[in-house]
C-alpha cells in the first residue's frame, strides 16, 4: 500500500512514517516511480510501535524490538523484552513515588498559603513555603520587640 493509504489505515500521518522509515522503525520499498509501497506487516509494525510507545520506550529501543522480533524465537524475545519491562516498571513506580512526595509538598505549601493572613506589609515568600508550623506568616503582633535591657541586635 501507498503511504496515504497506510496512514489512513494506522492513523498515524504520512509525516511520522517517512520519520520511522529514516529511523529504521517501518521498511517500504520503493517502486519504479520512487513512490514507497508497505506491505501489510507494517500495520501490524505501526501497532506495536504504539504499544511500546505506551510503556515509554524510546525510538531507538523499539528500532532494536523490532529486529529481535523479526529474527528470534518468543523465547528469545521474552527473555530480552521481560528484563527490559521489570526495569521499566521500576523507573515507573520511583517517578510515582516522587510525585507522591511532590504531591503532599504541594498540599501542604497550599495549607500553608491559605491561613497567611492579609496584610498590606511586605512577605517575604519563603516564610509560606519554607515553614512547617501553620502560623508561618509571622505579622508586627508576632515579633517579639526587644526590651530596653537587650537593646537591638
Given at each position: 500500500m501507498r503511504i496515504s493509504e497506510?496512514?489512513?489505515?494506522?492513523?498515524?500521518?504520512?509525516?511520522?512514517?517517512?520519520?520511522?522509515?529514516s529511523v529504521g522503525l517501518v521498511t517500504a520499498k520503493r517502486g519504479t516511480n520512487g513512490?514507497?509501497?508497505?506491505?501489510?506487516?507494517a500495520?501490524?509494525?505501526?501497532?506495536?510501535i504504539e504499544a511500546a510507545k505506551q510503556l515509554d520506550m524510546s525510538l531507538p529501543e523499539i528500532v532494536e524490538l523490532l529486529t529481535l522480533i523479526g529474527g528470534?524465537?518468543?523465547?528469545q524475545v521474552r527473555e530480552v523484552l521481560h528484563p527490559k519491562l521489570r526495569q521499566r516498571l521500576l523507573e515507573v513506580d520511583k517517578r510515582l513515588a516522587?510525585?507522591?512526595?511532590?504531591?503532599?509538598?504541594?498540599?501542604?505549601?497550599?495549607?500553608?498559603?491559605?491561613?497567611?493572613?492579609?496584610?498590606g506589609r511586605s512577605c517575604r515568600s519563603e516564610c509560606a513555603l519554607l515553614g512547617t508550623r501553620q502560623d508561618t506568616c509571622i505579622t508586627a503582633e508576632t515579633i517579639p520587640q526587644p526590651t530596653e535591657n537587650e537593646g537591638t541586635r
Open positions: 497506510l496512514a489512513a489505515a494506522s492513523g498515524v500521518p504520512a509525516t511520522t512514517l517517512r520519520y520511522y522509515e513512490y514507497r509501497d508497505y506491505d501489510d506487516d500495520l501490524g509494525q505501526l501497532s506495536f528470534e524465537s518468543c523465547t516522587n510525585l507522591h512526595l511532590l504531591r503532599d509538598r504541594l498540599d501542604a505549601a497550599v495549607t500553608r498559603v491559605g491561613v497567611c493572613p492579609d496584610s
